[in-house]
């Protein structure tokens, strides 16, 4: 009984919790999914009922199939991108030196203001004419003309990775430094007495042993990455043409902009299942990679 009474404590306590999540997640999750099959404006109340035309229009719209292929590219490239920078530099500043403290400080300051402004930022330093930042400096240094960073298809694609990269390998550099500083020292020092090297120790000790920051760091940069609107929005606008549209942003055009909210919410839908799986096949992948290395 007295087991009974405190189990019943716990969910009164997580009843709020519950509450708020089906309020702002279940329930608008829910009510997409109906909206998805009608007209609806957004606006008006009457609308009609127009079973799944809607998601037959999703893959025959150029801005939404190039925003899903950006955005996919988007995901996987700055994924393998910070995750190639953040555990060397995880492990040079788990290194012991007088300003080790005020380096992690300032690695991990970008991820700290809004992505919509540090796009913006990025966006003077990038402008693709003679007086962006970074144009200037090539000038002087190089004597080159004037880049088109935001302006050219290849390059403003490369350009919001390269940012969004910049703006997260310092946290996700954290993370991995939280899981260095969890590695006993004995493992490195019974390696050193086997005659193992750096490099050796590195490949059979540190990288098997940040498998669960692994874990969680790509989950959460590839949902992250799949998700993104600021950074590629405020930098190029979507453009050149629909080449840096992300699929966030096109579900925002055609809902808001354009006042197709039942193909937005079809839109949503079918984003939804695509995180859902990319997610799930992520996760159970790396646990088993996990459970390789244990």
Not at 51 to 78: E, R, W
Not at 130 to 155: C, I, Y
Request: net charge positive; aromatic share 14%.
């Amino acid at each position: 009984m007295v087991r009974l009474l405190r189990q019943l404590q716990f969910q009164i306590f997580l009843l709020p919790i519950l509450i708020v999540y089906t309020l702002f997640s279940i329930y608008p999750l829910f009510k997409s999914l109906l909206l998805s099959f009608t007209n609806f404006d957004g606006y008006t109340k009457a609308f009609d009922f127009v079973g799944i035309k809607n998601y037959k229009l999703i893959f025959s719209d150029d801005a939404i199939v190039s925003g899903m292929s950006y955005t996919l590219m988007f995901a996987i490239f700055s994924t393998l991108l910070i995750t190639v920078l953040a555990i060397p530099l995880a492990m040079i500043l788990d290194q012991k030196f007088y300003t080790s403290k005020l380096h992690r400080a300032i690695f991990f300051f970008p991820s700290i203001p809004s992505g919509l402004l540090l796009a913006y930022i990025w966006g003077f330093i990038l402008a693709p004419i003679s007086s962006g930042v970074l144009n200037k400096v090539l000038k002087e240094l190089f004597n080159l003309g004037p880049q088109p960073w935001l302006s050219d298809p290849l390059l403003a694609k490369l350009s919001t990775i390269a940012v969004a990269a910049w703006a997260s390998a310092g946290w996700h550099a954290v993370l991995y430094l939280a899981f260095l500083q969890s590695i006993s020292r004995d493992y490195y020092e019974a390696a050193a007495i086997d005659g193992a090297n750096r490099w050796q120790q590195i490949r059979y000790i540190t990288l098997p042993l940040l498998s669960p920051a692994m874990t969680i760091s790509v989950m959460l940069l590839l949902t992250g990455g799949l998700k993104v609107f600021e950074i590629p929005f405020a930098l190029t606008r979507g453009g050149p043409g629909f080449e840096t549209h992300t699929i966030t942003q096109v579900i925002v055009l055609r809902g808001i902009t354009e006042t197709q909210y039942g193909l937005a919410s079809a839109m949503s839908i079918v984003f939804f299942l695509i995180v859902l799986l990319i997610a799930y096949f992520q996760v159970t992948l790396m646990q088993k990679r996990e459970e390789r290395n244990r």
